[in-house]
């Protein structure tokens, strides 16, 4: 039987070491890092992650700053409150929650934060820093499976990645990251031609589709580390929902070397990394040595 990666358990280990970061932050530096979150309307599934990560922000010992603005707010508006927040020097990190109404244009918005409180790593700048070796601050829930990845694997180098998804979220970034450890990498999306095949060459398998239990364990190369990113609520048994991935977890976990759960995987790490990526931009941005990984 494959063993299960417990990115739970990983994710509170990381969360412990962001706080012990900040508190050597605050004793040698006098310094708190602090992030900011934006929420525009009401959409059920944002309000949940939002309160989450002020809550985890918190118990960190990091400042956190929650806006909630209307779902009317115009572009110019959220603009503004962008503007604020870049010119604040409490403020080391600015999130602003994903999807955004459809009166504004979420490119214009992401690329108005200052690219060095950008913790999500969306800023046409951090792609570019990513895609170049660059530093910069990296998208929070693939650097979370890079972080798996390597905690159970060790040195990637020479691996042949597969990496089922391509949105600037998850997929682009992934293989980013997974070329820079130097894997062979192969971005496949919905148009590729025999996937299964092309999924069977994987020494590792980053699953980022969205479309629930869409890879079986006929797709696996056995032995291969399979990293699951999706997170899809299904109508369960008795009227009931529960929470399943983009591969079938029981027919891969028979046939792979390791594999992430769903839920209880990647999804614990992307809050953690958020976390880091804050106390790396509030260090960068005080010149001190970011000395983390
Ligand atoms: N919505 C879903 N995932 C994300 C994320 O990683 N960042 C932001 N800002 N919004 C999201």
Redesign the pocket.
């Given at each position: 039987m494959a063993k299960r990666i417990d990115g739970k358990a990983f994710a509170e280990g990381l969360r412990e070491r962001v706080g012990e970061a900040v508190s050597s932050l605050q004793r040698d530096h006098g310094l708190t890092p602090g992030l900011a979150v934006v929420l525009v309307g009401e959409d059920p599934a944002?309000q949940v992650?939002v309160r989450n990560k002020g809550k985890q922000t918190l118990e960190a010992g990091m400042k956190s700053f929650e806006h909630k603005l209307p779902n009317t707010t115009s572009e110019t508006e959220l603009l503004g409150l962008v503007n604020q927040l870049n010119a604040d020097p409490d403020v080391h990190g600015i999130?602003?929650?994903?999807?955004l109404p459809d009166q504004i244009d979420s490119h214009a918005v992401i690329n108005a934060i200052n690219p060095d409180k950008d913790v999500?790593g969306?800023h046409l700048i951090n792609v570019g820093r990513l895609s170049t070796g660059a530093s910069g601050l990296v998208?929070?829930?693939p650097l979370g499976c890079l972080m798996l990845l390597k905690a159970k694997l060790g040195d990637l180098s020479g691996k042949n990645a597969v990496v089922v998804g391509r949105s600037n979220?998850v997929g682009k970034p992934m293989a980013a990251l997974l070329l820079a450890e130097s894997c062979t990498v192969t971005i496949a999306h919905s148009r590729t031609q025999d996937l299964a095949e092309v999924c069977r060459e994987a020494d590792i398998l980053v699953a980022a589709v969205g479309r629930p239990e869409m890879i079986p364990g006929g797709w696996v190369k056995p032995g291969a580390t399979v990293i699951d990113v999706g997170i899809n609520r299904i109508e369960g048994e008795e009227g009931k929902t529960r929470l399943v991935g983009d591969v079938d977890y029981a027919s891969c976990e028979a046939v792979a070397g390791a594999i992430t759960p769903v839920p209880g995987g990647v999804g614990p790490m992307?809050i953690a990394c958020?976390l880091r990526n804050t106390v790396q931009a509030a260090c960068a941005s005080n010149g001190i040595t970011f000395d983390f990984d």
């Open positions: 944002s992650y999130l602003v929650q994903l999807p999500d969306f998208p929070c829930t979220i992307t958020l």
